[in-house]
Nanobody, 117 residues
Framework: QVQLVESGGGLVQPGGSLRLSCAAS????????MGWYRQAPGKSRELVAT???????DYADSVKGRFTISRDNAKNTVYLQMNSLKPENTAVYYC???????????WGQGTQVTVSS
């Protein structure tokens, strides 16, 4: 049974930082591409960042230079460091796991990030 459990969300002021974590179980974590997506109220879910099994990363243009995705295969955990947060970054952030060669997506339950003064 695949489980992705996000943590680290919360309320932060504009310009602040948060680090999201996603702990995975039930998968061979090291071979999966891991990602973070977000969904703001009234909007579709969108890609924030991904990291492959080999450590290659990809980011949405809107977060480049401010967000950093990383993974710790020993802890089966993927992180999203978010700096210089803006109100428009307010959303529910979801962890995603995608195995190689198979079109399957696993999702966490999401964690709320609110950027407001």
């Amino acid at each position: 049974q695949v489980q992705l459990v996000e943590s680290g969300g919360g309320l932060v002021q504009p310009g602040g930082s948060l680090r999201l974590s996603c702990a995975a179980s039930g998968i061979i974590f090291s071979i999966y591409t891991m990602g973070w997506y977000r969904q703001a109220p009234g909007k579709s879910r969108e890609l924030v960042a991904t990291i492959t099994s080999g450590g290659s990363t990809d980011y949405a243009d809107s977060v480049k230079g401010r967000f950093t995705i990383s993974r710790d295969n020993a802890k089966n955990t993927v992180y999203l460091q978010m700096n210089s947060l803006k109100p428009e970054n307010t959303a529910v952030y979801y962890c995603n796991a995608r195995p190689p060669f198979v079109e399957i997506d696993y999702w966490g339950q999401g964690t709320q990030v609110t950027v407001s003064s």
